[in-house]
């Protein structure tokens, strides 16, 4: 039997402020990814930030305990801590707003809530992982000029980090169909570490094809994983009531 391998594995050695880009398209489940390396990080003793721009709480914990991270039991745990970018009155302590932003506001605010999370959890001792949902919703909401400046942003201030001993990674996710292609490009030249995702549904089955494309050591080889889904063969009746 073929061992089940963490896509970590497949990327090689993650430097330090390591970007991944995770990229998927409209038909696939690779967002999923994310989670699941936040997960696998805490299980190894680590931390995890989420940022989520994408959706209201509950659906964000309701979609990250899909893909098996359960944020409330880990928030409440002090493994995980959330940076919500929505107005909303919630009773978590490791849930933390920005405020009311916009193109000139959004970055100096979140970089000040993210530095309030370092103090308060002493993420200078730990390792951290960044997963930030999503690119796609960040760039409809605040255009394309201050997507790039985040990302150049967070390359400059991830150097500055580095050199105070600080160790994380972050994991980038953004329906690639949702934003130019031009953008896209410059995303993954940017990025250290690409993972490519291809939902792709067949007449007889869902594929799910994961193109490992992009990583740093000398060891690293691109991959493609492949994930088929078959179909259920149903009777008409038990989907559409008959006439």
Not at 114 to 127: P, Q, T
Not at 156 to 179: C, H, M, P, T, Y
Request: aromatic fraction near 12%; proline fraction near 3%.
């Amino acid at each position: 039997m073929v061992r089940i391998r963490s896509v970590k594995e497949y990327l090689g050695k993650i430097i330090s402020a390591g970007i991944l880009l995770l990229s998927y398209n409209q038909y696939s489940l690779g967002w999923k990814i994310g989670a699941r390396l936040a997960k696998e990080e805490i299980d190894l003793g680590g931390f995890a930030l989420l940022t989520n721009i994408a959706v209201p709480f509950r659906k964000f914990c309701e979609r990250m305990e899909a893909a098996g991270l359960d944020v409330i039991q880990e928030g409440e745990k002090g493994n995980l801590a959330v940076i919500h970018v929505f107005k909303e009155d919630l009773p978590y302590s490791f849930v933390y707003e920005v405020g009311e932003v916009d193109e000139s506001t959004f970055i100096p605010k979140y970089v000040e809530v993210k530095k309030k999370i370092v103090m308060e959890y002493g993420l200078d001792k730990r390792k951290v992982i960044h997963v930030f949902g999503t690119l796609d919703t960040f760039y409809e909401r605040f255009g394309e000029d201050v997507t790039k400046k985040l990302f150049m942003a967070r390359l400059r201030a991830g150097e500055e980090l580095v050199k105070k001993g600080f160790q994380f990674w972050d994991v980038l996710i953004v329906n690639r169909d949702s934003i130019p292609k031009e953008l896209h490009s410059w995303m993954v030249s940017i990025s250290d570490y690409v993972i490519m995702t291809q939902g792709i549904l067949k007449e007889n089955e869902f594929v799910e094809n994961i193109a490992i494309i992009k990583g740093l050591s000398k060891e690293f080889k691109p991959v493609v994983l492949q994930v088929r889904t078959p179909t259920i063969l149903v009777p008409l009746e038990r989907i559409y009531q008959t006439l």
